[in-house]
């Protein structure tokens, strides 16, 4: 019998198990490469508190029969730098508590997230199995999808970028063009005070869905050599997720 999480996964992808993209997080069946229902867009950070966990709390699950112990510990290695990094508190769901929980899987392809923020229902985050620090087990890659989890979009969208990028639009496949449009004015984005950054762990590679292996987006300024790094969170990261889930310190 499929799982919850497996059948869930169906339901947003018409081809869950293709060929992944050579860069786990850009699969090109998803909304900018790893968001499977498309999402308003939330300039970077989700400032309405209906779409926070409630009390900062996230009830989660790790699928029991897909992650190797290595790969669970790993994991729990991201949550725990999430949780030293902010007052967010990661917290095994009871099965009371699974309709509404984190379910982490590995049944498709690629890194991926259904939602964005807390949707009063199980949202799923799904981390094809690759060797410990490669792929979607580079431990950067799972503190981003965790972090969309949470209310992160990703900041290559932010409503200001062109001050920072340039997005090198003849360079992008066609196809893919929507993953970098920020012209949607439908709901204000919020930086929480801290402004572009392009260390976050939030932002795209320089050749992000490039069609000719040249980079898709530019920097524009000084400070962009670590531009799409899967290593850690940024300093900018620990800051708007302690203001918006309004950590003490940073009410």
């Not at 850009?26 to 779409?51: K, T, W």
């Not at 009371?96 to 229902?121: D, P």
């Not at 932010?158 to 340039?166: H, L, Q």
């Amino acid at each position: 019998m499929f799982s919850l999480a497996l059948a869930l996964i169906f339901l947003f992808d018409r081809e869950v198990f293709g060929k992944p993209a050579t860069d786990p997080e850009l699969q090109s069946e998803y909304f900018q490469g790893d968001i499977i229902g498309v999402p308003f867009r939330s300039r970077n950070g989700i400032s309405n508190a209906i779409f926070h966990w409630p009390n900062g709390i996230v009830q989660y699950v790790i699928e029991d029969n897909d992650f190797g112990e290595a790969h669970r510990r790993e994991i729990l290695r991201a949550i725990s730098i999430i949780e030293a990094k902010s007052c967010v508190v990661f917290k095994p769901a009871t099965a009371e508590e699974r309709s509404k929980a984190l379910v982490i899987t590995s049944k498709g392809a690629g890194c991926n997230s259904v939602y964005l923020g807390f949707r009063n229902r199980v949202q799923i985050v799904n981390l094809q199995i690759y060797p410990l620090g490669e792929g979607c087990f580079r431990i950067g890659s799972i503190i981003h999808e965790l972090l969309h989890v949470l209310g992160f979009e990703h900041q290559h969208v932010a409503s200001n970028r062109n001050e920072y990028v340039r997005i090198k639009w003849e360079n992008i496949n066609p196809e893919y063009k929507i993953n970098f449009v920020n012209e949607d004015k439908s709901t204000s984005w919020h930086d929480f005070g801290e402004g572009y950054d392009y260390e976050s762990v939030m932002h795209y590679i320089p050749k992000a869905f490039s069609k000719n292996g040249l980079p898709t987006i530019e920097p524009l300024k000084e400070g962009a050599t670590n531009m799409g790094q899967r290593l850690y969170m940024s300093e900018k990261d620990i800051r708007k997720l302690n203001k918006m889930y309004k950590c003490p310190g940073y009410v």
